[in-house]
Structure formats: C-alpha cells, structure tokens
C-alpha cells in the first residue's frame, strides 16, 4: 500500500523522466528562440509545429522573409488563405502561388532554423477514459484517490508539450529558451494558460528554470516567424490528415521542403494510437495494481 501523503501515481513525474534534458552531443544553444503556431485544433488531426533557432538566424529570416512580402504586394504569409486563394491571394494563378512559396521555401531551407512539430490524432484522444487523459496531462493520484485533476480537456496538451519541453535539450542547462506563439483569436487564452500550467505544475525544477517565464504571444502580420511556424503547421496538418487515411503517405514537396533541416527524428512526434498506448502502458499497470488493493 502507497505511505501516508505519498502520490502513488503522478504525472508530472512521468513527464520528468520522460523530458530531462540532457547534455546532447548536437550543437547547444546559450538562447534559443522557438516561435510556434497551430493548425487544425478542430480537425481529426491537431498540431502545434515551428521553427527554434538563434536571434541571429531569425533576424536573417525576417529580412529575406520581409521582402518577399513586399514584393509580392500582400501584408503576410497565412497558409489557410494563401493556399485556397482567399483573401489578398485571390485571383493568383497557380504558377504565381507556386513562385511565392518557392521563394518562402528557399529562405526557409537556407537559414539555420530548424523545425519542432508534434500532432495528436483526436480520435484517439477522444477515445480515452478520462482518467488516461488525466494522467497524461499531469493529474496526480494517491491510490484511488485524484489529487490534481490535469487538463483532461485541452486536445493539444500533447503536442504543445512536445513542442514547449523538446527544445530544450538543445540548450545548455541554465540557460533560456524563449518560446513566441501565434498571438491571433483562437490561440489568445489557451496557449498561454497551458505554458504556465506546463511551466509551474509538470515540468521539472530544471526545466522552469530553462524556460522563459511567459509565453510571448506575437501577430502573425508583425513576425515573419510566426509566418514561416504557420507554414510548416499547415504542412504538418495536411500531412497527418493524409496519413490518418493512408498510413505510408510520404507527404508532398512542400511538407518535404519545410522540414528539411529537422536534426532529429525525436523532434517530429505523432501521438498516433500506438504512440499514445505506450505512454500509457505505465500508467495502467500501476493504476491495475492500486485498483487491485
């Protein structure tokens, strides 16, 4: 039997073990900054995905990225209006919508940045009981008995875990990483509310510390990249829309092209079902065994 004031089964101390960071024999960063966006947080396939890299590197993309914006007489990049033609891209043809990403690919493809990307399919997720869905967004119990309640709700818990906690091992322990999201209305509340939730509640002492003490939440029309995070977001949904109905999808060039430079298979995760069963493989032997007391 679990010891008086003894949490049995917790969490955040799953997510601890699962996400220390580590001294990576990749190249570290004394300050990282990870700019993010979403797509199809109301779709069967839900993401959070975009691009880390040093100051330097996006002060060179924003540039490069500003111009082309220019040029082509629109105030930014928005996947969801730039590929069916809404909005300032009406009327473009398709050889124009072509040259347009082409160029935005190519900067992208030149500049030391390099993308992070989780989804989850909701299916699955909403499949689960919610005590699993508890434990996986950081409820803690003692026995039988919930102590902390988690985030049962939140669909994207997991990719922005993912793309909040990741990042970090590519930085030296002690040292900041910055995280920027999307600032437009349907990310105003939630991903700022869960970073604080992840940052305060689940991560480790070592973790809160690396990471910067807010959320930044920035306009797409002012960040060239959030406008790139965009573009890969979009990437990423479309492509595990696909692969929800053809599981040996490949992706077409564009999803190629915008995850080029990943540096790591670990750093592009999909909660699929097996993904999802295996994490939880811990969580139902132990919570088996309490039931069994």
């Known amino acids: 039997m679990p010891r008086d004031n003894q949490e049995s089964i917790s ?3 799953f997510w601890r073990l699962a996400t220390v960071p580590y001294r990576s024999p990749r190249k570290a960063y004394c300050v990282l900054q990870v700019f993010l966006d979403e797509s199809g947080k109301n779709d069967d396939c839900c993401v959070v995905a975009g691009y880390m890299g040093s100051e330097k590197r996006w002060t060179s993309l924003s540039r490069r990225w500003s111009k082309v914006i220019a040029g082509a007489g629109v105030s930014e990049f928005h996947a ?10 009406k009327g473009w043809s398709e050889d124009a919508r072509q040259e347009f990403a082409d160029k935005l690919l190519t900067i992208i493809e030149e500049t030391d ?18 005590i699993e869905r508890r434990f996986l967004t950081g409820a803690s119990f003692r026995g039988r008995e919930l102590i902390t309640s988690g985030k ?10 993912h793309c909040f906690l990741h990042p970090l091992t590519y930085c030296k322990t002690g040292m900041k990483t910055i995280f920027v999201f999307d600032n437009d209305a349907q990310n105003s509340g ?12 689940v991560v480790s002492e070592q973790q809160k510390n690396m990471m910067g003490r807010e959320l930044i939440p920035e306009h797409s029309i002012h960040s060239p990249a959030i406008q790139a995070a965009d573009l890969l977001a979009w990437e990423v949904h479309r492509y595990g829309v696909e692969a929800i109905k053809n599981p040996k999808a490949a992706g077409r060039l564009e999803y190629k092209r915008a995850g080029s430079k990943l540096r790591d298979r670990s750093d592009f995760v999909f909660y ?6 295996a994490m939880l493989r811990y969580f139902r032997e132990c919570y088996a065994a309490e039931q069994a007391m």
Do not use: M
């Not at 969801?80 to 891209?89: L, Y």
């Open 11 to 13: 969490g955040p101390a």
């Open 80 to 89: 969801k209006k730039f590929w069916p033609g809404f909005g300032e891209f």
């Open 113 to 130: 940045i390099y993308p992070i990307a989780a989804a989850v399919y909701l299916k699955k997720w909403e499949e689960l009981p919610i």
């Open 152 to 161: 049962p709700s939140e669909k994207l818990f997991l990719p922005a875990h």
């Open 190 to 201: 939630w991903a700022c509310d869960l970073y604080f939730y992840l940052r305060t509640k």
């Open 272 to 277: 699929d079902s097996a993904k999802i069963d």
